[in-house]
């Protein structure tokens, strides 16, 4: 038996929300968990709003039903997810593409260069840190969120890419996904390696959290 690959067209479906008249000084490319959806993900971002910034949640290409029951019948509920095991580098290397291209698409609508903050959750994070290494968009800041670098994306190579734009990793207090020392000693390797770095925690578990957010964006929450 042997294994083949064919390249074929994808349709991808993202969600936006803010000015797409190219008026955007800021773009936030966020990138979903495991078994979620885009239009899901993206009210979680909606605090960033403000007029100028355009928030932009890609979904991962693989749907697949969250629920089937004993009698095969499948429930409502329909997340997607960015890789599994299976045939991991083709499915990365299709997601990278469709990413890079996304982004090309974004750009190129913007007449002056708009900021480009990259952030991804979870199963989001690993895919974010791997398309900022792999990919041929350079994202202006990196935002790392709920779990440790992937094993497979190296320190030095990530901090070597990005430079001097920002990289910080951020996790809950009571995130099993990030448990004490995961992110600090990813920051480590990567502030060694040269990377301006830095970690955020928060009183939390697995999940974005506003407040941070917006500090992360150099915005007050609203009283």
């Given amino acids: 038996m042997q294994t083949h690959h064919l390249a074929v067209s994808r349709t991808a479906r993202y969600l936006t929300r803010g000015p797409l008249d190219g008026s955007a000084t800021e773009l936030w490319i966020g990138l979903h968990g495991y078994a979620q959806l885009a239009h899901r993900f993206l009210r979680w971002l909606t605090p960033l709003e403000d007029g100028r910034t355009l928030l932009v949640a890609p979904e991962a290409l693989s749907r697949f039903y969250l629920e089937t029951g004993?009698?095969?019948?499948?429930?409502?509920?329909?997340?997607?997810?960015?890789?599994?095991?299976?045939?991991?580098?083709?499915?990365?290397a299709d997601h990278?593409?469709?990413?890079?291209?996304?982004?090309?698409?974004l750009l190129a609508a913007c007449p002056v260069r708009p900021r480009l903050v990259l952030l991804g959750f979870s199963q989001g994070a690993v895919l974010a840190a791997r398309w900022a290494l792999h990919?041929?968009?350079?994202?202006?800041?990196?935002?790392?969120?709920?779990?440790?670098?992937?094993g497979d994306v190296s320190p030095s190579l990530l901090a070597a890419r990005l430079g001097t734009r920002p990289i910080t990793l951020v996790g809950g207090d009571h995130d099993a996904f990030a448990p004490p020392g995961s992110l600090e000693g990813a920051a480590e390797a990567l502030a060694h390696?040269?990377?301006?770095?830095?970690v955020r925690r928060f009183g939390g578990g697995h999940q974005l959290h506003t407040p941070t957010l917006l500090d992360l964006a150099g915005r007050a929450a609203a009283a």
């Fill in 70 to 92: 004993l009698d095969g019948r499948h429930g409502k509920t329909i997340g997607a997810t960015w890789l599994t095991r299976e045939d991991r580098e083709a499915d990365l």
């Fill in 96 to 105: 990278v593409a469709y990413l890079d291209e996304l982004a090309d698409h």
């Fill in 135 to 150: 990919g041929r968009t350079v994202p202006d800041a990196l935002v790392h969120w709920g779990t440790p670098l992937p």
């Fill in 193 to 198: 390696a040269g990377a301006r770095v830095a």
